[in-house]
């Protein structure tokens, strides 16, 4: 003899279903809060994007003008910890940054009358105006040459980065 199966209780049709909980105050808010918080989060996104967008050369100069020395720099520095210290390895960047030496003045139009902003400058240009004209010809002297570059970028900072 087989025992019988469990039978589902069937639904009944006619009977009334429970009356549906009402929603609490407390997901309501929860629900609205976090709505705001996702229109808050879109707007301050495209606040921000259409303030970008809107910034000229000008406001991108100095800030380019960094990020290209700093490119520079740190190329050098992955040269010299890589032992390739020959002149066609390091001259392109430091003509790079002596190039980019003339940009200091114009990308910092508010300081280029700052007399001790241009005594930077011009000792920025003079350090690779020296390295130029004796390139160095080993990692030691790579080394010493870094050294000065790095010196005058702390230099000019100490004194006019915020
Ligand atoms: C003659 C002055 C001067 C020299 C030399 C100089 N800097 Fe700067 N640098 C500044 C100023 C001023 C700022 C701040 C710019 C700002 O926030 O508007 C700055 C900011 C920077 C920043 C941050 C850029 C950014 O996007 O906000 C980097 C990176 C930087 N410098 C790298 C260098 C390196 C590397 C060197 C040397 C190879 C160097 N700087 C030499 C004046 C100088």
Same mark, same amino acid.
């Given at each position: 003899?087989?025992?019988?199966?469990?039978?589902?209780?069937?639904?009944?049709?006619?009977?009334?279903?429970?009356?549906?909980?009402?929603?609490?105050?407390?997901?309501?808010?929860?629900?609205?809060?976090?709505?705001?918080?996702?229109?808050?989060?879109?707007?301050?996104?495209?606040?921000?994007?259409?303030?970008?967008?809107?910034?000229?050369?000008?406001?991108?100069?100095?800030?380019?003008?960094?990020?290209?020395?700093?490119?520079?720099?740190?190329?050098?520095?992955?040269?010299?910890?890589?032992?390739?210290?020959?002149?066609?390895?390091?001259?392109?960047?430091?003509?790079?940054?002596?190039?980019?030496?003339?940009? /200091? +003045?114009? $990308?910092?139009?508010?300081?280029?009358? *700052?007399?001790?902003?241009?005594?930077? &400058?011009?000792?920025?240009? =003079?350090? /690779? +105006?020296? $390295?130029?004209?004796?390139?160095?010809? *080993?990692?030691?002297?790579?080394?010493? &040459?870094?050294?000065?570059? =790095?010196?005058?970028?702390? $230099?000019?900072?100490?004194?006019?980065?915020?």
């Amino acid at each position: 003899m087989s025992t019988p199966k469990p039978q589902a209780t069937p639904v009944d049709p006619n009977k009334p279903r429970p009356p549906r909980k009402a929603p609490s105050a407390a997901g309501r808010y929860l629900f609205l809060f976090l709505l705001g918080l996702v229109i808050g989060i879109v707007a301050v996104v495209m606040l921000l994007r259409s303030l970008e967008s809107r910034k000229t050369w000008q406001d991108h100069y100095p800030h380019a003008a960094m990020q290209l020395m700093s490119a520079h720099t740190a190329q050098l520095y992955q040269k010299l910890e890589a032992n390739r210290c020959a002149a066609t390895d390091v001259l392109p960047h430091l003509q790079a940054l002596r190039t980019l030496g003339n940009d /200091l +003045d114009p $990308a910092f139009p508010d300081l280029r009358d *700052n007399s001790r902003f241009s005594g930077h &400058t011009g000792s920025f240009r =003079g350090t /690779l +105006d020296k $390295a130029l004209a004796s390139p160095p010809m *080993n990692c030691a002297g790579l080394k010493s &040459t870094l050294d000065d570059i =790095g010196r005058d970028c702390k $230099a000019c900072h100490t004194d006019f980065r915020g």
